[in-house]
């Protein structure tokens, strides 16, 4: 049986199935990513919710894992040599992930870094500029009397949506026929834009002409359904 206790978050979170990846998370936009890889590729893994809301994520054994103090984070217990390994930001858990399974990036070196590219773009573009439009859309910045805030982070997420949408014509998926951690790394934040956030017509989704057709496909994988409730607050 595998030996976590050399990290100190396993003492808050104790770790029931030691020899399963512990996934430390909240299903945010960012914390799906993980949640639903897993669901994916089917590795063995034992969820811990860590309610931001709380501050949970900054207390002292989180930040032993992640010193950002931001989910998710992950221990691998058989991580590469068979030696425990620690891992936290989202998309370098998905592109971990996808090399141990060898699932969900082509084996072809260059589309490899082209889906990589894409995974990127979303981790500095939509993400940020999304939860932006949430901030100002549904938060504490709607109370802001001056508009222009929102309105710079409403013609940015347009525009991200407009760059994505052009490059799912005449394909299924970010990658093409295949779906990847690209699509996974995005559908979760696309879906939270326009529920979460209230942010639908603000964004003039419905006049997208791929992108609605794209969330819809994946939203109906079951690993998917499945990912987006894992860690849930009760």
Do not use: C
């Amino acid at each position: 049986m595998a030996d976590l206790s050399a990290f100190p978050i396993t003492g808050r979170w104790p770790a029931a199935h030691p020899d399963r990846i512990q996934l430390y998370s909240l299903n945010t936009p960012n914390g799906v990513k993980a949640s639903i890889m897993l669901e994916e590729t089917g590795l063995p893994y034992e969820p811990h919710l860590v309610d931001i809301t709380d501050n949970q994520s900054h207390t002292p054994e989180f930040l032993s894992l992640n010193p950002n103090g931001k989910i998710p984070a992950i221990i691998d217990p058989d991580g590469p040599g068979g030696r425990p390994m620690a891992l936290f930001e989202s998309g370098a858990i998905l592109i971990y992930l996808s090399d141990k399974t060898g699932r969900f990036v082509p084996a072809d070196p260059a589309l490899r870094y082209e889906t990589i590219q894409w995974v990127f773009f979303q981790n500095a573009g939509i993400g940020p500029m999304f939860g932006q439009v949430g901030y100002f859309n549904k938060f504490a910045g709607r109370a802001i009397e001056d508009k222009r805030p929102l309105q710079r982070y409403v013609d940015e997420a347009k525009r991200l949506l407009g760059v994505l949408d052009a490059r799912l014509d005449g394909r299924a998926w970010i990658m093409g026929a295949d779906y990847s951690i690209a699509d996974i790394s995005t559908l979760g934040w696309v879906r939270n834009l326009i529920t979460f956030y209230e942010a639908r017509d603000l964004v003039a989704f419905d006049d997208l002409r791929h992108v609605p057709a794209w969330l819809e496909r994946g939203l109906a994988r079951p690993a998917v359904q499945r990912g987006l409730e894992i860690p849930r607050r009760g």
